[in-house]
């Protein structure tokens, strides 16, 4: 484990990004999202949640997918991707780290998208410790160590230093800059922090939340239940919850016509937009109870049923920060949990 | 170029056939000349024309078909519009095939087949009807029931009496809603007419056409002693990817694109009713 003094941070941060694109939280006009570092950056590594999750820098907001020129009756399908160079995310929280996995297993899976493969090769992630979860936290009810988060190189941080350590081989590079900045040790404050991290995560209001009911053989009497009424009454359908959220990974695949031809891209879509599933002569969900009950379906149940038991929630929070009326998935698991539990 | 399941190949439009008003059967081959993929019967291809958008077809042509590539497309938005103006020689891009197949080789062999469709319903039915064709010896009798608004609803019809009516243990029987001057065969909608037939209830069926004909068409089978876990259909949800990733087009845990578009009766039963 090396151990750098904080005064030093930028020092370090400087090495890193002359060798490769170092990607940090930076606060800018009030928040605080993922930004390249440069000299001077606001670095905000105590913050626990970027606005933004760290899942753009896989599965982007937008991105062009490929081009077309047409001449007379011909088509010309134009992909000039580049490849693309390693790059350092640094402060990777658990939950997010987490929601790396959760992509994965949707983009990975065969057919593989190779836009994202591309990305997630080039990756090196350093994941960052939690020292303070706070009360819209609930990671380890999805079984997530926030205290002890993996990744290339995890990072543990207290007011003074911060401590690195190696979990990979694309780590063990990265450390080979680090090491200059810092020196060996930390082990026993590291575990301290660790120990006091699962405390707190412990008392949290949401840690003990009961996931028993969210399983597949229960879907269509969660999908039925009377609770879904009141529970999405409120909802506007505006797509906050979606945008913030690490997992959600619904997109839309559009054209764009420019003056040298056309751009097909793709971008985040949502599931709670009244046009989602619309066709033709028909819409398969025609009410936003159906969408609400759709994007909570989909996290507890039917992604869990598509991929092995896990669920496509991380605990992260973001929802129950950022929703303008207050509903998130905490309420929905409280609910049809208490309802729907025989 | 990367091997990318999104980048499309280029299609060329050798033949254009108008089928009903609102109907273009359009045949597509790849640069080379040949079919742009092999496929099975049932599943699908995303064609577009890039600037306009892509959406999701059967390919309507079966797959011994060794020439050449089918899709029939009924005008009702923007890309199918701008496809029915296109002419022969545009290309277009195409992308699949996508999706679970009939099951032609598994639980049809051997059987009897019914075959009911509505409309446009006939596009994925047509490949299976062709493919049995071929392989005549491997099934039993073919029962073919197809409606649709007025006899110049009626896609393929060409082939249909040329061809189908002919083919040995083959019974044909179309209809159209209403009553038309120079249509001397059976009037009313589908689900009706079925009942009246009598259809043997040990058939296999395939059912494809709006939704509304399906669930009076099906109800009609189960009062004749049909068995759900032996009637077939097609779902039709608004799809993007074609693969399972941009959660566009799930019912419950399955996605349409990649578990469906064909699903069995009793296995419909067991998804939420949200489709
Ligand atoms: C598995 C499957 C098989 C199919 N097989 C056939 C077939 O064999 N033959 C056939 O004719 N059809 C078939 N279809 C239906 C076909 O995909 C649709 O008819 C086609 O997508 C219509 O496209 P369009 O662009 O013409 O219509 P659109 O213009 O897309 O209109 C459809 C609806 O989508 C909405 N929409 C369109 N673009 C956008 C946008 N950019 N943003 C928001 N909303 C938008 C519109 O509001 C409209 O309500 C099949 C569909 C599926 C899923
Ligand atoms: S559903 Fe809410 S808490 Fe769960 S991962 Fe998404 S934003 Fe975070
Ligand atoms: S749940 Fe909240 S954030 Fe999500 S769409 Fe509804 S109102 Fe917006
Ligand atoms: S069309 Fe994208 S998931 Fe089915």
Redesign the pocket.
């Known amino acids: 484990m090396i151990k750098v003094d904080r005064t030093k941070a930028d020092g370090m941060y400087a090495a890193i990004s002359e060798k490769m694109p170092l990607f940090i939280p930076v606060k800018s006009a009030g928040e605080v999202n993922y930004a390249p570092w440069e000299k001077g950056a606001d670095v905000s590594l105590d913050t626990l949640k970027t606005v933004k999750s760290a899942k753009d820098f896989f599965f982007p907001q937008s991105e062009t997918m490929m081009r077309f020129k047409a001449e007379g009756k011909k088509i010309e399908i134009i992909d000039d991707r580049k490849e693309v160079a390693p790059f350092v995310i640094f402060g990777v929280r658990g939950c997010d780290y987490r929601s790396f996995d959760i992509l994965d297993k949707v983009f990975l899976q065969e057919p593989v998208d190779t836009y994202y493969k591309e990305r997630r090769d080039a990756a090196v992630i350093v994941t960052m410790a939690c020292a303070k979860p706070e009360e819209s936290c609930f990671c380890s009810v999805f079984g997530i160590d926030s205290a002890d988060p993996k990744g290339d190189v995890t990072c543990y941080a207290d007011d003074k230093y911060l401590y690195f350590k190696s979990n990979t081989d694309k780590g063990a590079k990265l450390m080979e800059i680090i090491g200059a900045f810092g020196t060996e040790g930390g082990e026993k404050e590291v575990e301290a922090q660790k120990k006091n991290t699962r405390e707190i995560m412990e008392k949290l209001p949401f840690t003990h939340l009961d996931l028993s009911v969210f399983k597949p053989e229960n879907l269509n009497k969660l999908f039925a239940s009377e609770e879904w009424a009141s529970l999405s009454e409120a909802c506007l359908g505006c797509g906050t919850c979606t945008f913030v959220c690490p997992t959600c990974q619904c997109f839309?695949i559009?054209d764009f016509k420019t003056n040298d031809g056309v751009i097909r891209f793709r971008c985040w879509d949502s599931c709670m937009y009244s046009?989602f599933t619309?066709?033709?002569?028909a819409?398969s969900r025609t009410t936003q109870l159906q969408r609400y009950r759709q994007r909570f379906m989909h996290k507890l149940v039917y992604y869990p049923s598509q991929y092995g038991g896990t669920y496509s929630c991380v605990g992260c929070g973001r929802c129950v920060n950022k929703c303008p009326q207050r509903l998130n998935i905490v309420k929905v698991i409280k609910r049809l949990g208490d309802k729907e539990n025989d | 170029m990367i091997n990318e399941h999104l980048i499309p190949s280029i299609g060329v439009i050798t033949d254009i056939r108008r089928d009903t008003p609102d109907?273009k059967t359009f045949r597509v081959l790849g640069l080379d000349g040949k079919k742009p993929f092999e496929h099975k019967p049932g599943q699908?291809a995303m064609l577009s024309v890039p600037g306009?958008?892509e959406?999701?077809?059967?390919?309507?042509s079966s797959p011994t078909n060794e020439e050449f590539m089918e899709?029939?497309?009924?005008?009702?938005?923007?890309?199918?519009?701008?496809?029915h103006s296109l002419e022969v020689g545009q290309q277009v891009t195409v992308r699949g095939p996508?999706?679970k197949n009939f099951p032609v080789e598994g639980e049809f062999k051997g059987k009897d087949l019914l075959f009911i469709a509505g409309g446009?319903g006939l596009?994925?039915l047509r490949s299976v009807i062709n493919y049995v064709r071929h392989y005549r010896k491997n099934y039993g009798k073919v029962v073919i029931v197809y409606g649709a608004r007025s006899m110049d609803d009626l896609v393929d019809i060409n082939e249909i009496k040329t061809e189908w009516m002919n083919e040995p243990d083959f019974n044909v029987y179309l209809t159209i809603d209403r009553p038309q001057e120079g249509w001397d065969g059976h009037v009313g909608f589908v689900p009706a007419y079925v009942k009246e037939l009598g259809l043997d209830p040990t058939m296999t069926a395939v059912l494809c056409g709006p939704p509304i004909m399906i669930k009076f068409t099906l109800q009609g089978l189960l009062e004749l002693g049909f068995d759900k876990s032996r009637v077939y259909t097609?779902?039709?949800?608004?799809?993007k990817c074609g693969i399972g990733k941009c959660g566009r087009?799930n019912v419950g845990d399955k996605f349409?694109?990649k578990d469906?578009?064909v699903f069995r009766m009793d296995e419909l039963d067991e998804l939420p009713d949200e489709y």
Do not use: H, W
């Open positions: 839309d559009r046009d619309q066709m033709a002569a819409n | 109907v699908c306009v958008g959406a999701m077809f059967s390919i309507t899709f029939s497309i009924k005008k009702c938005g923007c890309l199918t519009e701008v496809l996508y999706g446009i596009a994925p097609t779902l039709e949800l608004r799809m087009c349409v694109c469906g578009p």
